[in-house]
């Protein structure tokens, strides 16, 4: 089922397309607009944006204006932000119906999204779930699966009943087997776009494992249209982690440069980390995509040069230059980084 979220469409066929949310408080509007756009320059296809009071809904709706991605509120215990919201401009918002008391109240979402063409995530986080705080600390991790699950089941019923279909499905945990297998069983049961990411991750060095691991896992087996990595600070760096896992599955085209380093073992007789860290340096000027590989030895190494770009076997006390999969020279060791800084910006000439 396909899904329109201001002009992007998600569902089954369509790009993975990357989320994350604004840090800085909606009622700094300039703020928040240099952050959307910050996002979007980096790769984000879609931002969200917390919207808690009425005077964040107020903001909400000058932030919009000012962008040309869509825009998401997150809306969480009220129904009156959430309509206030959608009259604003949302192009969808982020709903845990289970922090909505009345059911009359959701309607009243409904409505106005129904009106204004307004897709509605449908959220369920293990820590919000009805009757998962009753539980003891040791409960199996089937059984908050399974609660996640039948919570889903009643909230898509309530929005079905109504007959509305815009729905984008998301369930998540900070535990990344849970939240793997409650998203493989919502996507066996239902047939709406999911939103893939745990809902705490950490500190980026401390997420990425996590979250690669957990959305990897769901992508690599078809489930999944947009995805967000949850760090804590600098959302550019969200979107940078989930370029990575998009890249790495082959769901995305790499756009930046690829440093292949060969693992380093008792062959080696150069340096291949400082050599490596050196040519790090001279990538990150560029900003087209080339694949550069530094190896230390003849085991994997003319295979690996033969796969980029530009590349180096290292030997004693020199390097055998590669381009194009073609040896085309020797250098002394002390003058391979120049030597390979040179070969990489004669491939873009």
């Known amino acids: 089922m396909?899904?329109?979220?201001?002009?992007?469409?998600?569902?089954?066929?369509?790009?993975?397309?990357?989320?994350?949310?604004?840090?800085?408080?909606?009622?700094?509007v300039e703020k928040c607009v240099k952050q959307?756009?910050?996002?979007a320059a980096a790769g984000c296809g879609l931002v969200r944006i917390a919207v808690p009071t009425k005077a964040d809904?107020?903001?909400?709706?000058?932030?919009?204006?000012?962008?040309?991605?869509?825009?998401?509120?997150?809306?969480?215990?009220?129904?009156?932000?959430?309509?206030?919201?959608?009259?604003?401009?949302?192009?969808?918002?982020?709903l845990n119906p289970g922090n909505i008391k009345d059911p009359e109240d959701i309607v009243r979402i409904i409505d106005a999204a129904k009106m204004h063409g307004t897709v509605i995530r449908v959220g369920v986080n293990e820590a919000s779930i009805r009757n998962v705080r009753k539980k003891k600390v040791d409960t199996p991790m089937d059984e908050r699966v399974h609660l996640m699950l039948k919570e889903m089941e009643y909230y898509v019923k309530f929005f079905e009943d109504r007959r509305f279909p815009f729905l984008v499905l998301s369930a998540k945990s900070v535990n990344t087997v849970r939240t793997i297998e409650v998203n493989r069983a919502i996507a066996e049961k239902f047939h709406y776009p999911m939103h893939l990411g745990l809902t705490h991750a950490g500190?980026?060095?401390?997420?990425?494992?996590?979250?690669?691991?957990?959305?990897?896992?769901?992508?690599a087996e078809?489930?999944?249209?947009?995805?967000?990595?949850?760090?804590?600070?600098?959302?550019?760096?969200?979107?940078?982690?989930?370029?990575?896992?998009?890249?790495?599955?082959?769901?995305?085209?790499?756009?930046?440069?690829?440093?292949?380093?060969?693992?380093?073992?008792?062959?080696?007789?150069?340096?291949?980390?400082?050599?490596?860290?050196?040519?790090?340096?001279?990538?990150?000027?560029?900003?087209?995509?080339?694949?550069?590989?530094?190896?230390?030895?003849?085991?994997?190494?003319?295979?690996?040069?033969a796969d980029a770009d530009v590349a180096v076997c290292a030997a004693k006390g020199k390097g055998f230059i590669y381009r194009g999969g073609e040896q085309i020279k020797t250098v002394p060791e002390e003058k391979l980084p120049d030597a390979l800084a040179k070969e990489i910006e004669k491939h873009f000439k």
């Open 2 to 28: 396909l899904v329109e979220v201001g002009g992007l469409k998600l569902g089954w066929g369509q790009p993975i397309v990357i989320q994350s949310m604004t840090k800085v408080l909606t009622t700094n």
């Open 36 to 39: 959307v756009k910050e996002l």
């Open 57 to 94: 809904s107020e903001a909400f709706g000058k932030i919009v204006g000012k962008c040309n991605i869509p825009i998401i509120a997150d809306i969480h215990f009220s129904a009156a932000r959430a309509i206030e919201a959608i009259e604003a401009g949302a192009a969808k918002i982020r």
């Open 203 to 219: 500190l980026p060095e401390d997420a990425k494992v996590s979250s690669s691991v957990a959305i990897g896992t769901l992508l």
């Open 222 to 305: 078809g489930i999944g249209d947009t995805i967000r990595v949850s760090t804590a600070g600098d959302p550019v760096r969200e979107v940078e982690i989930a370029k990575e896992i998009l890249i790495s599955l082959g769901c995305r085209e790499r756009e930046e440069p690829e440093l292949i380093v060969c693992p380093t073992c008792g062959r080696c007789q150069v340096d291949v980390v400082r050599l490596a860290k050196q040519v790090k340096k001279t990538l990150k000027k560029i900003k087209k995509p080339i694949r550069v590989a530094v190896m230390g030895c003849i085991v994997n190494g003319p295979g690996e040069a």
